[in-house]
């Protein structure tokens, strides 16, 4: 129990990787707040915490809207209390080869992953700073460092991890980390989306020979989260079974 009483937010926690998450968050006894534009799919994940002794609540959020994250961060505080770890988590693909990008896919890519993760940051920043207390975790991708057809995706995870070492260096005197993790190929309904011939390239590409689990990546999400990583800051930290794109 490393997060006993810690409060987490946890973006797109619906499913995926960020139900994850979620669920790895409240084992180690944080209360947990499961934020998702899909309600239905943030009540069922809350449900499965509460369901074995957790404390969470689902708040629906689209994370691309300034307006819906402060009112996700007003309801967690008067529901939780002052949230102490932000999971950054929520995000979106829309591929494309660069010369048949529509400047729609663009902007919808970057609006959630870049946008709505700077928006989070921010106003739990704010709060965090003056507690002196935070932990911050952005979920990039290994894609940061380009990946073809993916421009928009690469470009939104690469202002990510800017925008993850900015914040590490501002508020590091205020006893916040932040730091970014860039899951290599992990099973979820993103990459279940996949043709399975893509699916078996992608694999054959994995030196430890398999796809990753929501868990390996929320494993290292728990540790960076505790009290035991507090002067890990500014880190960008692969989990991707040795694979490198
Ligand atoms: P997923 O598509 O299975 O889950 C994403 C969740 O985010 C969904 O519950 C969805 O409803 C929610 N979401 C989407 N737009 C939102 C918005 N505007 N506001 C709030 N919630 C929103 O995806 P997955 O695989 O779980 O990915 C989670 C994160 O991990 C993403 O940031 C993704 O880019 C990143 N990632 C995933 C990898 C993988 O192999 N699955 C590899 C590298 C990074």
């Not at 180690?28 to 449900?47: L, M, P, Q, R, Y």
């Not at 074995?52 to 309801?75: L, P, Y």
């Not at 770890?85 to 693909?93: E, K, Q, S, T």
Request: glycine share 10%; charged share 20%.
């Amino acid at each position: 129990m490393r997060l006993k009483d810690k409060v987490a937010v946890v973006t797109g926690a619906g499913r995926g990787l960020g139900k994850g998450i979620a669920l790895k968050l409240a084992q180690e006894g944080a209360k947990v707040v499961v934020s998702d534009i899909d309600i239905n799919n943030a009540s069922e994940t809350c449900k499965e915490i509460q369901q074995s002794g957790g404390q969470a609540i689902a708040v629906q959020t689209n994370i691309a809207k300034r307006e819906d994250v402060e009112q996700m961060f007003k309801e967690a505080s008067e529901k939780l209390g002052e949230v102490d770890i932000l999971v950054n988590n929520a995000g979106i693909n829309r591929d494309g080869m660069l010369h048949k990008m529509s400047d729609e896919q663009w902007d919808q890519v970057i609006a959630v992953n870049l946008t709505g993760t700077y928006y989070c940051t921010q106003t739990a920043a704010k709060v965090m700073r003056e507690r002196q207390y935070g932990r911050i975790i952005n979920i990039a991708s290994a894609s940061w460092l380009g990946n073809i057809g993916q421009a928009n995706y690469a470009a939104s995870k690469a202002g990510v991890v800017g925008l993850t070492k900015t914040a590490a260096r501002e508020l590091a005197s205020k006893n916040v980390t932040v730091n970014a993790i860039c899951p290599g190929f992990i099973e979820t309904d993103m990459t279940r989306g996949v043709p399975e011939k893509v699916w078996d390239i992608m694999v054959s590409k994995i030196p430890a020979g398999r796809a990753g689990k929501p868990e390996d990546v929320a494993n290292l999400i728990a540790f960076l989260a505790s009290d035991e990583a507090a002067y890990i800051t500014s880190e960008v930290i692969n989990v991707g079974g040795g694979m490198i794109l």
